[in-house]
């Protein structure tokens, strides 16, 4: 990945209906949705020139925002489109692509019912979240120190900038331990997920993960249950307690940029990537491929 800073780089993004030069992509510091977190997102993936299950995402984003009371003033299929003009224009076949949304500056306070809301599309080139060689070793994960909130505190449904605000120090914190992540357990102490990515384990042939209840049901762990359950693979969602992790022989984490990464080691909890981690991975990188690259 380029190390040049994100603002500083080339390209183009479609913002509020218009394609940009990349950097002038900009917004005023006292934009409401910098100061009270008041900005959804999404992830995805473009592979050979498709982007992976894009209604789907755009879909979430629009319905992330209705959780957070605003209304994004564009269609999904206006989106869909939006993200297809970005990677053409940057010229792009295998890309990560940034929707975000968020209100604007006309009025500053906790109350701003009246702000425009915004729409901007980035895409850029990103190879895998975690270092191809060490990734089919299995990466190594902390146990964070913050907790997913009670769905009674926070929308847990939406895919909200402000509920990554504990990841990113717990993820800051495992990093400097020399972990690549660090496993979150939610408000009464139950495994729930990684920072950025869902959890799944592996014992005597059947896939467990948690109950996406208080954290956000990603796209790719609903694609990779599916991918397991086609392969006749047993899929228990279910309520997991860290004081079972012992128990598991494999683990594997999932998102639109971790994809399927084996997990070796989550605190002092060892792991052995294994058979069925490997078809999953395999699985799920033949669906997203383009179908006529797929056969």
Not at 44 to 66: D, M, P, T, V
Not at 149 to 154: E, G, I, K
Not at 169 to 187: F, N, Q, V
Request: charge should be negative; proline fraction near 5%.
């Amino acid at each position: 990945m380029s190390a040049t800073p994100f603002d500083q780089r080339d390209g183009w993004i479609w913002y509020d209906g218009q394609i940009v030069p990349w950097k002038d992509a900009k917004l005023h510091v006292l934009s409401h949705g910098l100061h009270y977190g008041s900005s959804v997102f999404e992830g995805e993936r473009a592979y050979g020139g498709e982007i992976f299950k894009s209604a789907e995402h755009s879909e979430r984003l629009k319905k992330s925002a209705q959780i957070l009371d605003f209304e994004i003033p564009y269609t999904v299929a206006e989106i869909d489109a939006a993200k297809r003009i970005v990677l053409e224009k940057n010229g792009q076949k295998d890309a990560y692509l940034r929707p975000v949304a968020w209100r604007g500056s006309e009025m500053m306070g906790v109350a701003a019912q009246d702000n425009k809301i915004h729409l901007a599309i980035a895409s850029w080139e990103w190879p895998s979240y975690f270092d191809p060689a060490q990734k089919m070793k299995g990466i190594r994960i902390d146990m964070a120190e913050y907790r997913r909130p009670d769905p009674a505190t926070a929308p847990s449904a939406a895919k909200a900038a402000g509920l990554y605000m504990i990841c990113t120090i717990s993820k800051h914190k495992a990093e400097r331990k020399g972990y690549a992540d660090a496993l979150m357990l939610d408000w009464q102490g139950r495994v729930a997920e990684c920072t950025g990515a869902n959890v799944f384990f592996i014992r005597d042939g059947v896939v467990h993960t948690p109950i996406a209840d208080c954290f956000l049901d990603g796209i790719t762990r609903r694609t990779v249950i599916d991918l397991a359950k086609r392969r006749g693979f047993e899929v228990a969602e279910r309520r997991i307690m860290p004081e079972e992790l012992p128990s598991f022989s494999e683990c594997f984490i999932t998102g639109t940029a971790a994809e399927v990464t084996p997990v070796s080691e989550i605190g002092p909890y060892t792991f052995q990537p294994g058979n069925m981690t490997k078809v999953l991975m395999d699985d799920y990188s033949a669906e997203v491929q383009p179908k006529s690259k797929a056969a």
